[in-house]
Structures are given as C-alpha cells and as structure tokens.
Nanobody, 121 residues
C-alpha cells in the first residue's frame, strides 16, 4: 500500500496549488482520506478530510474557505485544491487513509512521503 503525494512547489502568496495523492495497493473508495501538514519545527496538523461514502468534507479552521478536498475514485486519487495561499501555509503536506474522517493523525495510516509547499511573499 502506498500513497504518493505530489503537486507541491513554490508559489507566491495569494496563488493556488492543487495537490494530488495517488493510491496504489488499495482502493480509496473504501477509506476516508485526510491531508495533514507539517511546517519546519512544528507538529503535524490536520488540514482536511473526506469521508468514504458520502464525501462529507472537514477542514481545519485556518484553511476553511480557501481549501477544497475532493476524491476521484476512478483515478484512485485524492486532491487538495488550495487557493489564496498564505505564508503560513508553507509546509510539507501528507495524505493518509483512515476508517473515518478525523482531525487526529493517530487515526490514519500509510502516510506518504509528502510534498513540499512553499509560499513566498
């Protein structure tokens, strides 16, 4: 089982990025999926999650309204569309799977290697 995050890069504040998380060895349709991030010197924090059946989405307060999590079960991929990026969004972004959507990282497994998002002024 592998989750491959991609799509990170350098972007100016106010810009947009779309991150992708492609799964292999499992069908994401059977799992809730989450995105987390970890900035340098800080703890990992929840960003967004999507449920496995209804597609209900959940967001951390600081990204609400700027970030959209979505899933394409046919492509076995989860996306994180990030708009109006801020300097404080700079972090390594990780995706993972869980039984239910949760803001707690301990509820997830199969963390990928992450993709770096750097927002510049």
């Amino acid at each position: 089982v592998q989750l491959q995050a991609s799509g990170g890069g350098l972007v100016q504040a106010g810009g947009s990025l779309r991150l992708s998380c492609e799964a292999s060895g499992l069908s994401i349709s059977m799992w809730a999926m989450g995105w987390f991030r970890q900035a340098l010197g800080k703890e990992r924090e929840f960003v967004a999650a999507i449920s496995r059946r209804s597609g209900t989405t959940y967001y951390e307060d600081s990204v609400q309204g700027r970030v959209t999590i979505s899933r394409d079960n046919a492509k076995n991929t989860v996306y994180l569309q990030m708009n109006s990026l801020k300097l404080e969004d700079t972090a390594v972004y990780y995706c993972a799977r869980g039984r239910e959507p949760s803001r707690f990282g301990a509820q997830y497994r199969n963390w990928g290697q992450g993709t770096l998002v750097t927002v510049s002024s």
